[in-house]
């Protein structure tokens, strides 16, 4: 195994062309094999040899301090070792180094990819993967078929010391966030961000800056993160998928996410840090 820390450096490719030996990280149904402990693990070939592991779906996915780093998948009859256990990436969030982050959304988005596109949705034959590209190919009309990733958006709305924040539904207990909403077809960014904000909780917005995105692999989002300042309107949430929002004093905010794990808790740090300086 090789150890985890904060110096890993990984860069994604598709193709493999080195001779280094592999390293390796486990899948099962979109959790990842770790110890007991919940510490992340990366497998050399060595490893796995003598285990009575069985995989499948082998995948490239790039290069891990130099080294090629793949993807295999347990079947779904293999047995697990002792001193091993699946864990979602949800629990592992906040606990692994950003860079480690992006290998594993970068896994879970290839898995579920290849997953939902071995039958050509044209005449129903079973793909292949094509030779050069990261794309599953059918002969019947040359369509390439890539790795889905659905774009969002997500907002932090201020009004000089005040935040706005919305509860969604789906959200554990009194947590809130920042805005967020897929962007339709055909439309920019930032009209997703005038339409969604409406939706939610009938405010407008303006002065829209761009702040950074974030790979979100729940299961395919690439989150493009904004500032934004309040314009006008009476907060009221839509009740399908907000159920509360309100201004809050950044001295007085509610729980949040934290900016080591969603690009959300980064747009309320930063706000909160220029607001200090």
Same mark, same amino acid.
């Given at each position: 195994?090789?150890?985890?820390?904060?110096?890993?450096?990984?860069?994604? %490719?598709?193709?493999?062309?080195?001779?280094?030996?592999?390293?390796?990280?486990?899948?099962?149904?979109?959790?990842?094999?770790?110890?007991?402990?919940?510490?992340?693990?990366?497998?050399?070939?060595?490893?796995?040899?003598?285990? =009575?592991?069985?995989?499948?779906?082998?995948?490239?996915?790039?290069?891990?301090?130099?080294?090629?780093?793949?993807?295999? %998948?347990?079947?779904?009859?293999?047995?697990?070792?002792?001193?091993?256990?699946?864990?979602?990436?949800?629990?592992? &969030?906040?606990?692994?180094?950003?860079? &480690?982050?992006?290998?594993?959304?970068?896994?879970?988005?290839?898995?579920?990819?290849?997953?939902?596109?071995?039958?050509?949705?044209?005449?129903?034959?079973?793909?292949?993967?094509?030779?050069? =590209?990261?794309?599953?190919?059918?002969?019947?009309?040359? !369509?390439?078929?890539?790795?889905?990733?659905?774009?969002?958006?997500?907002?932090?709305?201020?009004?000089?010391?005040?935040?706005? &924040?919305?509860?969604?539904?789906?959200?554990?207990?009194?947590?809130?966030?920042?805005?967020?909403?897929?962007? =339709?077809?055909?439309?920019?960014?930032?009209?997703?961000?005038?339409? %969604?904000?409406?939706? %939610?909780?009938?405010?407008?917005?303006?002065?829209?800056?761009?702040?950074?995105?974030?790979?979100?692999?729940?299961?395919?989002?690439?989150?493009?993160?904004?500032?934004?300042?309040?314009?006008?309107?009476?907060?009221?949430?839509?009740?399908?998928?907000?159920?509360?929002?309100?201004?809050?004093?950044?001295?007085? !905010?509610?729980?949040?996410?934290?900016?080591?794990?969603?690009?959300?808790?980064?747009?309320?740090?930063?706000?909160?840090?220029?607001?200090?300086?």
């Amino acid at each position: 195994m090789i150890p985890i820390d904060n110096n890993l450096i990984f860069t994604p %490719e598709n193709i493999n062309n080195s001779e280094e030996s592999k390293v390796i990280i486990c899948l099962k149904d979109q959790e990842f094999l770790t110890s007991k402990t919940s510490n992340f693990l990366i497998f050399e070939d060595d490893d796995l040899k003598w285990s =009575e592991m069985e995989f499948i779906n082998q995948q490239f996915i790039g290069y891990l301090n130099n080294k090629p780093c793949f993807i295999s %998948e347990l079947t779904n009859g293999s047995k697990v070792d002792d001193n091993l256990i699946l864990t979602p990436l949800r629990n592992l &969030l906040g606990r692994i180094p950003d860079s &480690l982050f992006t290998v594993c959304a970068r896994s879970l988005q290839l898995s579920e990819w290849k997953r939902n596109n071995q039958f050509c949705g044209t005449c129903g034959s079973k793909m292949t993967s094509h030779e050069t =590209e990261r794309a599953m190919f059918c002969k019947c009309n040359n !369509l390439l078929i890539y790795p889905r990733i659905s774009p969002c958006i997500i907002v932090l709305v201020t009004k000089g010391e005040e935040l706005l &924040l919305a509860h969604n539904k789906n959200f554990p207990g009194p947590f809130y966030s920042t805005l967020a909403g897929f962007i =339709e077809a055909g439309e920019s960014a930032e009209s997703a961000i005038h339409r %969604e904000i409406y939706e %939610e909780v009938k405010v407008k917005v303006k002065n829209i800056k761009y702040f950074g995105s974030q790979s979100w692999p729940f299961p395919s989002q690439l989150m493009l993160g904004f500032h934004a300042e309040y314009l006008e309107g009476e907060i009221v949430p839509d009740g399908e998928e907000i159920d509360s929002a309100d201004w809050f004093h950044y001295q007085k !905010l509610p729980q949040v996410p934290t900016g080591n794990i969603s690009i959300s808790g980064q747009l309320i740090e930063s706000y909160i840090e220029d607001i200090k300086s």
